[in-house]
């Protein structure tokens, strides 16, 4: 675990643009995270469950056919295959550990996809706290199995009907909750943004997918890949993996955000690759969807996770600084790989990280490729049959 | 007279048990009703006047001024519009601006600062910039002798209270509970001490807001030592009520802030 600084900034972004009520709060947990991640105690037991309980280390898995499709070796990290179906349970389980730490009972979460809500109520299962997490309304249709998910793991799901009725506003709903009732709660943010030191604490617990990948792609390959490739929504499963790559020069790291319907509609989810003028949402300046009056615009995106006006702070660092670039695949694209994969190497991917693929699939230049596979389409089953217009799996 | 002098004056001349602050939102239920709410409620005895900016994301808010800011939005109200009203209202009565970071951000912090000057208006509120991330607007602010008020909260210890009192200009608000702005059924056990630590930590006076809805409340947080309420909520309430019978909202609103300030300015009966 890392013992630097825990950072505040990353060059202009971050900070902590939030109700004083909560500052106190955030303190106390950045002097939490500081000792629980120099404690053996604390990490042995969070590497246990994150070994026995959710099956780490996930596979590094060469996909043969999709590389034979591109011309170049592409490794996927199976992040798909943890216990819950994503990388979020890296996250979840290490701030209830904190949480518990604390003496915090009660675990507040929000989620677009679920996947973080689902995360969040299974480590509250296994570790007897009690769980709260908001959903607009919006995701709890185009995510229905989640939501029962959820319920059998006895979290309480509240329903969001604010704005679009999507992340953002289960994001604000989380936080107001938080402001409510800080003294026994604590926020488990499922991203790697938010006030500090949420941007630092979510980097350093997803971390582990990269610190393994790299670990892994010397081994089999006895080098290190040209590009890592995941999907940026907060930024959490990507920031996981560019972390244990940034003293490495030669290899680019690349973000790939949701465009949408397209960057050129207001209807996209992509304000890194948008760029504009940096602005605060939920707690830190950032990259950000914003009008001309700094009104915080809705974003759009089919896959729920990517559907977010916002981007974790480190990563406005790491563009600006030339370290990553950020590009974005649109929802019809992103559709397109969902489908590749699922044909091509029995891989169900969630829409999520099919952005991803469909960034590598469509840019075939290169010698060696690392992608986060964040998680498994289970999930958005649903969700692509709609928006195919079929009624049932395409005939074949 | 400056914004903070024009503020000092309005708590030393109010001869009321505090000084009553209503809180309405610019452009709801529209742009010229709010105009004549904010001067309802200065004929019906406000002694400052707190003005919302409508922001897509209000963290500090509870529901029903999250309503009036969405509502505001939606008509298309920007924050040219926001500072215009402020020009019309700040002769009135002093005039506080509500308005979360990122709209001042995005316009330009010295740009925002030189606006909000030029419209006669005497202070800043930002509910989500904390000490840490004050200097900037502070800085501004203190440049054309606006006063940038700070908030408390239950929450903050005493050294931390020390470093924000010492720094408040114009007034100190202290949040009198744990939680978003709306109305309660009563006032929370932690509102008498953080009212009573936030006057032990700053030479301004302090306010208290969030969930004071009635005169009683009104009364209760004079007893405690408050030197000024601030009432939101219950103030938009009367107004969206009012809005969806049909009626002009200003009367209704001047109503409530009239009853206020009577129970401010009598003995209250026991
Ligand atoms: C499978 C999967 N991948 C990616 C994301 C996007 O989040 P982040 O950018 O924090 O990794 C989500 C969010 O719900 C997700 O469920």
Redesign the pocket.
């Known amino acids: 675990m890392s013992t630097e600084a825990i950072e505040h900034r990353f060059g202009p972004y971050g900070g902590q643009y939030v109700p004083e009520t909560l500052m106190p709060a955030l303190a106390e947990l950045e002097a939490a995270w500081e000792q629980a991640r120099r404690d053996p105690q604390f990490t042995d037991e969070l590497d246990r469950l994150l070994g026995d309980y959710a099956g780490r280390p996930t596979p590094l898995y060469l996909a043969a056919r999709v590389s034979d499709v591109v011309g170049h070796p592409v490794y996927l990290k199976r992040?798909?295959l943890m216990h819950t179906?994503?990388?979020?349970l890296n996250n979840a389980l290490g701030q209830c550990l904190l949480a518990r730490r604390m003496g915090k009972r009660r675990v507040i979460a929000e989620?677009?996809?679920?996947?973080?809500g689902v995360a969040a109520a299974t480590a509250c299962a296994l570790l007897d706290l009690e769980c709260v997490v908001y959903m607009g309304s919006e995701d709890i249709r185009r995510q229905a199995p989640n939501v029962q998910r959820m319920d059998l793991l006895g979290a309480t799901v509240h329903t969001v009907e604010t704005g679009a009725r999507t992340l953002k506003e289960a994001v604000s709903a989380a936080i107001r909750d938080w402001v409510a009732n800080v003294e026994d709660s604590h926020y488990a943010i499922?991203?790697?943004v938010g006030p500090a030191p949420y941007p630092a604490l979510v980097r350093d617990l997803?971390r582990v997918i990269g610190d393994e990948a790299r670990a892994q792609i010397l081994e089999r390959e006895g080098r290190l890949p040209e590009r890592v490739i995941?999907?940026?929504?907060?930024?959490?499963?990507?920031i996981g993996m560019f972390r244990a790559f940034y003293e490495d020069a030669e290899v680019a790291l690349v973000g790939v955000e949701a465009a949408g319907e397209g960057l050129d509609s207001t209807r996209h989810g992509a304000p890194l690759t948008a760029g504009g003028r940096p602005g605060v949402l939920h707690g830190s300046l950032s990259a950000v969807l914003q009008d001309e009056d700094g009104q915080i615009l809705e974003a759009h995106s089919i896959?729920?996770?990517?559907d977010y006006p916002g981007a974790?702070p480190e990563h406005a660092f790491l563009r600006d600084s030339g370290r990553a670039r950020y590009v974005a695949v649109t929802d019809r694209d992103a559709l397109d790989a969902f489908a590749r994969l699922s044909r091509l190497e029995g891989i169900v991917p969630?829409l999520?990280?099919a952005h991803a693929l469909h960034w590598a699939l469509a840019n075939p230049h290169a010698e060696l490729d690392l992608i986060c596979l964040?998680?498994?389409g289970d999930k958005d089953l649903a969700q692509v049959r709609e928006a195919r217009g079929d009624d049932g799996p395409a005939p074949r | 007279m400056t914004g903070i002098e024009q503020i000092a004056a309005a708590f030393a001349g109010h001869g009321k048990r505090a000084a009553l602050m209503p809180y309405l939102m610019a452009g709801f239920p529209d742009l010229d009703s709010s105009r004549r709410i904010g001067l309802a409620a200065a004929d019906a005895g406000a002694d400052l006047l707190e003005l919302g900016v409508p922001f897509s994301d209000p963290l500090a808010d509870g529901p029903m001024i999250h309503m009036a800011g969405t509502r505001a939005l939606e008509a298309g109200v920007h924050t040219a519009e926001v500072l215009a009203l402020a020009r019309e209202l700040a002769p009135a009565a002093p005039l506080v601006l509500m308005c979360y970071a990122n709209p001042i951000l995005a316009r330009g912090v010295e740009r925002f600062a030189d606006e909000l000057a030029a419209a006669g208006a005497s202070g800043l509120i930002v509910p989500d910039l904390p000490l840490e991330e004050a200097p900037a607007v502070a800085g501004a602010c203190e440049d054309r002798g606006l006063a940038l008020v700070p908030l408390v909260a239950p929450t903050t210890p005493d050294d931390r209270l020390e470093a924000i009192g010492r720094r408040a200009r114009g007034f100190l608000y202290a949040v009198s509970l744990l939680g978003t702005t709306g109305e309660r059924h009563g006032l929370a056990d932690s509102f008498a001490s953080v009212v009573a630590r936030a006057a032990a930590h700053t030479d301004v006076p302090v306010a208290v807001g969030f969930g004071i809805a009635t005169g009683a409340h009104a009364v209760e947080a004079a007893r405690a030592g408050a030197d000024g309420v601030i009432v939101g909520s219950r103030l938009i309430r009367a107004a969206a009520e009012a809005h969806d019978r049909g009626e002009d909202p200003a009367p209704s609103v001047g109503a409530v802030v009239e009853e206020l300030a009577a129970a401010l300015a009598t003995e209250p009966s026991r």
């Not at chain 1, 989620?111 to 973080?116: F, L, P, V």
């Not at chain 1, 995941?230 to 990507?238: D, H, I, K, L």
């Open positions: 992040e798909d179906g994503s990388h979020k989620t677009g996809a679920g996947q973080h499922g991203s790697a997803q995941a999907c940026v929504g907060g930024g959490s499963n990507s896959s729920a996770g990517l974790g969630a999520e990280p964040s998680g498994r």
